[in-house]
């Protein structure tokens, strides 16, 4: 039987439990961390990992916010909950639609804390969009698709996020176009995520009081900050001098944004936790880390139109239909860039130009279905491979008999795929069902890819610039482009080992497996609560009906994940 949340005001008997405390920082890594702590610039996360136990957090495969922050909050790997990607692929369509927190299966670590009558706080988390109901608070992350950034439509509880944004303003503001890049962007930029932390932390403490004055302090408070993860996107060629793509021309402000911006995190998780109680058992956790990325970009599609599994239909840009609306989307980009946001949000909102119809046509236009074999959609966030099954795609034509066959040659040709100079593109091709197992498997590519390293560098997938009659699959970026952007990737990019830190009364009884992975928060959580921790999908089945984004929905997350880096 799943397990539903109580309505707001509910209260049932039950005995005392510990507090915890959970400070996300997306995309931290202990490389950063081991190599300031010496500095004394991170003094509290130092003494914690000192006084309590540390570990590596494996992620996900591949190491994406989306699917990992489900995890993390269901206990169930992608197969089992379902999300994949921020995107997916529409099943026998060349489409896709955005995910959301309803296409999610199993209870999320809120409803079961909420269902053993421990009240919750949960503030900024991706992939909780839309807000599920909770005793307590939950305030989305940045997929809530709000022209304006958290608004009371975000929050599981309006009128109390908006009694707490008058006081402190709102969760997240925006404050900061990831995709504009004009001169003084960066040192712009640097400012402003440590402001964003002030704010989200300002809002955090008033979050607590706000609850605890309603006669409801939270036995689990989860806080999520993004800007570890947003400062090592833009800025970590300046923080690491070895970076290919390092500019030794970067102000002392580009150089320093990384530092600064841990440095600021590490002071507000200290003012939470003194603020939450320093009596509680308290976990600082990432949802994947980060590093550097090579000059290297690569293109997926091109490398199957090299191997015969793929083929353009005819004209340099693919066919009419994918020139349309790259017209359209170019227009439409270019138009956000020059209008005051309003204006250009209110044109294109009555435009009513379909966001998931742009990317479907970035992904899947111009192709010849008729002689391809493969195909991929070529994001970063969930590099695989999809075959043009007969029967299962609406204009496949690969046989059943012949899909393993197909899939063997698609796994041949991503494996003999080398850089310049011989090494390896990609560190494993394999099938589906070897990386996942659950319900839903068949939402993942029929190949999984994970891109090697180039030189401990991360490769970039782009998407195949097919007006280039010459495009290669492999392309090594020149001086101008090594900041990233669209077509370059960004400079820094996600690793699997995110950071695990416990400390406080009860953190060396905790059940750490070794290896730690994403999966076994939810339950090392839940049994630090006193909660059953069971992760049978059979019993913990989402309650949630389904609900897709509208079309003015779909605009507004896709314009923040475009200015994230996520979407070309």
């Given at each position: ?5 109580p ?17 996300g ?37 591949p ?5 990992a ?9 992608p ?10 692929k ?11 927190a ?42 809530s698709?709000?022209s ?28 900061l ?17 440590l ?26 408070a ?18 690491d ?18 530092s ?27 949802d994947?880390g ?15 139109a ?8 005819g ?16 227009t439409?980009d ?13 044109i ?5 130009f ?20 493969a ?14 099954v ?32 011989g ?11 070897e ?8 939402r ?24 280039d ?9 020149g001086?101008?482009?090594l ?19 416990a ?10 497996p070794?290896?730690m ?5 939810t ?22 009906d389904r ?22």
């Amino acid at each position: 039987m799943s397990t539903r949340p109580p309505t707001a005001g509910a209260s049932r008997p039950r005995a005392a439990r510990r507090p915890i405390l959970v400070l996300g920082l997306d995309g931290a890594t202990f490389e950063v961390i081991d190599r300031l702590s010496p500095t004394g610039r991170l003094p509290n996360l130092t003494a914690w990992r000192a006084a309590g136990r540390s570990c590596p957090l494996l992620s996900t495969r591949p190491p994406m916010s989306f699917p990992a922050w489900s995890t993390f909050m269901s206990g169930l790997g992608p197969g089992r909950h379902g999300i994949f990607d921020f995107t997916q692929k529409v099943p026998g369509a060349y489409r896709i639609e955005f995910a959301n927190a309803t296409h999610r299966s199993g209870d999320s670590l809120f409803a079961r804390a909420n269902g053993a009558g421990s009240p919750i706080l949960c503030l900024g988390m991706p992939a909780t969009f839309p807000p599920e109901p909770v005793d307590g608070l939950l305030v989305s992350g940045f997929d809530s698709p709000v022209s304006t950034g958290t608004d009371a439509s975000s929050a599981s509880d309006p009128v109390l996020y908006r009694e707490i944004a008058d006081r402190v303003g709102p969760w997240m503001a925006p404050d900061l176009d990831e995709a504009a890049h004009d001169d003084g962007w960066h040192e712009r930029a640097a400012g402003r995520l440590l402001a964003r932390i002030d704010r989200k932390t300002a809002f955090a403490l008033e979050a607590l009081r706000a609850l605890r004055d309603r006669g409801k302090p939270p036995e689990l408070a989860v806080v999520v900050f993004s800007e570890s993860d947003t400062v090592c996107h833009h800025f970590w060629r300046d923080h690491d001098p070895n970076s290919p793509r390092h500019d030794p021309s970067a102000s002392a402000v580009r150089r320093d944004a990384v530092s600064a911006v841990y440095e600021r995190l590490d002071a507000a998780c200290g003012e939470i936790r003194e603020a939450f109680g320093e009596d509680a058992l308290c976990v600082v956790a990432s949802d994947h880390g980060a590093g550097g990325a090579a000059k290297r970009v690569v293109h997926l599609a091109a490398r199957l139109a090299e191997c015969g599994l793929l083929s353009r239909s005819g004209g340099r840009n693919g066919g009419g239909f994918l020139g349309f609306d790259a017209l359209a989307r170019a227009t439409r980009d270019t138009a956000l860039r020059v209008l005051p946001p309003r204006v250009a949000q209110h044109i294109f909102r009555r435009a009513r130009f379909a966001a998931a119809r742009l990317e479907s046509a970035a992904r899947f236009g111009g192709i010849d279905w008729s002689r391809t074999a493969a195909f991929s959609e070529e994001v970063n966030t969930q590099p695989g491979v999809w075959l043009n099954v007969r029967g299962r795609e609406a204009d496949g034509c690969v046989a059943a008999d012949d899909y393993e066959r197909v899939r063997d040659d698609v796994i041949a040709a991503l494996r003999e795929w080398t850089l310049p100079g011989g090494a390896p593109v990609v560190a494993r091709a394999r099938r589906r069902e070897e990386v996942y197992d659950g319900p839903h498997v068949d939402r993942a590519p029929d190949v999984v890819v994970e891109l090697a390293l180039d030189d401990g560098y991360g490769l970039s997938l782009v998407g195949t610039p097919w007006s280039d009659p010459d495009v290669a699959s492999v392309r090594t970026l020149g001086d101008d482009e090594l900041a990233g952007g669209r077509g370059r990737g960004m400079n820094g990019t996600h690793r699997q080992e995110g950071i695990w830190i416990a400390t406080g009364p009860a953190a060396d009884s905790l059940e750490i497996p070794s290896p730690m992975n994403l999966e076994h928060v939810t339950p090392t959580l839940l049994r630090a609560l006193g909660i059953d921790a069971s992760t049978d999908d059979t019993e913990r089945a989402t309650t949630r009906d389904r609900v897709d984004y509208t079309d003015d929905e779909e605009h507004l997350v896709a314009d923040r994940l475009r200015a994230l880096g996520y979407l070309e």
